[in-house]
């Protein structure tokens, strides 16, 4: 009955599950552990009888200025998973992603029935240049993806091997940056690259249950994204504490500082660790390997502990999110007695 009512590729698909692992110290999803506490009186005189503005315009203004952008370069998004769908809908596929990375490139563009085209990152999980040009030439992708800083690995990729896609690329190049405030690298907004569209996320800076994101990139490209935007696709709550937060860049700058110092400690003291493997980050979470990962995983678990496992090529693999002081300690104290380093 369903295969003759629903899509042939929705029905193929395995359903993307979040599950909600009940822990003490959550260091699975690259949140920020810093949550800026709103005034209440925010709420004071706030109707809720007429539709957000839709366009954002206060929102953009306050972003426009920040990014060195016209107001007109950029598109928002109920996160940036929503502009990953306005994305693939507007260039269409095939769709290419350098493997391992983000999921949900792939996803929705399964969901929207586009091909993908997936390239390894090379050993050190950076651009494997000559094999993703190679496969531009053949494959022609209209979207490609770049992640950098790459989840779940963490680093950044070379700019110059970024910069050589870009001018390979036969379509747009998607550079998402959702890491780069906790990176040291330049990012490509303003780069001035036609074909590239970059996008930004509030999520990863404080601000993850707002769901906002940004895609900012040449004015004729946004224009045809915000074609198939929802009018009202981010609410007037999440519009003004958007703003709010991006005015008040303190927070943001004064946490993720402290995120960064916090990562520097994790990352040398879990590369002292015998029988771990830990990788640079220029994230907030940190990618690292054990022996025995099924064991790790459970343990860390029992003890309220909650990290990502990964999988496929990545099976051994966990990506824990830098936490406060206290759950980094906690973290550690565990897993060092866990992996018997004590
Ligand atoms: C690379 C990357 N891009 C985008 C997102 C999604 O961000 P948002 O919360 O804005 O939808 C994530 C979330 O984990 C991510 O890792």
Same mark, same amino acid.
């Given at each position: 009955?369903?295969?003759?009512?629903?899509?042939?590729?929705?029905?193929?698909?395995?359903?993307?599950?979040?599950?909600?692992? /009940?822990?003490?110290?959550?260091?699975?999803?690259?949140?920020? /552990?810093?949550?800026?506490?709103?005034?209440?009186?925010?709420?004071?005189?706030?109707?809720?009888?007429?539709?957000?503005?839709?366009?954002?315009?206060?929102?953009?203004?306050?972003?426009?200025?920040?990014?060195?952008?016209?107001?007109?370069?950029?598109?928002?998004?109920?996160?940036?998973?929503?502009?990953?769908?306005?994305?693939?809908?507007?260039?269409?596929?095939?769709?290419?992603?350098?493997?391992?990375?983000?999921?949900?490139?792939?996803?929705?563009?399964?969901?929207?029935?586009?091909?993908?085209?997936?390239?390894?990152?090379?050993?050190?999980?950076?651009?494997?240049?000559?094999?993703?040009?190679?496969?531009?030439?053949?494959?022609?992708?209209?979207?490609?993806?770049?992640?950098?800083?790459?989840?779940?690995?963490?680093?950044?990729?070379?700019?110059?091997?970024?910069?050589?896609?870009?001018?390979?690329?036969?379509?747009?190049?998607?550079?998402?940056?959702?890491?780069?405030?906790?990176?040291?690298?330049?990012?490509?907004?303003?780069?001035?690259?036609?074909?590239?569209?970059?996008?930004?996320?509030?999520?990863?800076?404080?601000?993850?249950?707002?769901?906002?994101?940004?895609?900012?990139?040449?004015?004729?490209?946004?224009?045809?994204?915000?074609?198939?935007?929802?009018?009202?696709?981010?609410?007037?709550?999440?519009?003004?504490?958007?703003?709010?937060?991006?005015?008040? /860049?303190?927070?943001?700058?004064?946490?993720?500082?402290?995120?960064?110092?916090?990562?520097?400690?994790?990352?040398?003291?879990?590369?002292?660790?015998?029988?771990?493997?830990?990788? /640079?980050?220029?994230?907030?979470?940190?990618?690292?390997?054990?022996?025995?990962?099924?064991?790790?995983?459970?343990?860390?678990?029992?003890?309220?502990?909650?990290?990502?496992?990964?999988?496929?090529?990545?099976?051994?693999?966990?990506?824990?999110?830098?936490?406060?002081?206290?759950?980094?300690?906690?973290?550690?104290?565990?897993?060092?007695?866990?992996?018997?380093?004590?």
């Amino acid at each position: 009955m369903l295969s003759r009512l629903v899509k042939e590729n929705i029905l193929a698909l395995k359903p993307y599950e979040i599950k909600d692992i /009940p822990c003490r110290v959550k260091l699975d999803a690259n949140e920020s /552990p810093y949550g800026y506490v709103f005034e209440e009186r925010l709420l004071e005189g706030f109707k809720p009888n007429r539709y957000p503005d839709p366009q954002a315009m206060g929102l953009k203004r306050v972003l426009a200025k920040q990014l060195n952008v016209k107001a007109e370069n950029i598109v928002y998004g109920n996160g940036s998973d929503e502009l990953i769908y306005y994305i693939t809908m507007v260039f269409g596929g095939p769709v290419m992603v350098l493997q391992p990375t983000f999921a949900m490139y792939e996803i929705v563009a399964k969901v929207l029935g586009e091909e993908t085209i997936s390239v390894a990152l090379d050993g050190g999980f950076d651009i494997d240049v000559d094999r993703v040009v190679e496969t531009i030439n053949k494959e022609k992708p209209r979207i490609i993806y770049i992640s950098s800083p790459n989840n779940p690995s963490g680093n950044a990729f070379e700019r110059e091997r970024i910069i050589q896609v870009i001018n390979a690329a036969t379509g747009v190049v998607i550079v998402d940056e959702a890491y780069i405030a906790f990176s040291s690298v330049e990012g490509f907004i303003n780069a001035h690259y036609e074909n590239v569209i970059v996008m930004r996320t509030m999520s990863k800076i404080g601000f993850a249950a707002l769901r906002m994101g940004f895609a900012i990139g040449y004015e004729r490209l946004i224009a045809e994204i915000n074609k198939v935007r929802l009018p009202y696709n981010v609410n007037t709550l999440s519009q003004e504490l958007a703003m709010r937060a991006l005015d008040n /860049p303190y927070f943001i700058n004064h946490t993720v500082e402290k995120i960064v110092e916090e990562r520097r400690r994790l990352y040398e003291t879990m590369r002292g660790l015998h029988g771990i493997k830990v990788y /640079p980050s220029e994230a907030n979470f940190i990618l690292f390997k054990t022996k025995s990962a099924k064991d790790i995983y459970a343990s860390l678990l029992r003890q309220g502990i909650l990290v990502k496992k990964l999988g496929g090529a990545l099976e051994g693999y966990f990506r824990v999110t830098v936490g406060t002081p206290d759950e980094n300690e906690f973290f550690l104290r565990t897993l060092r007695e866990i992996t018997g380093n004590v």
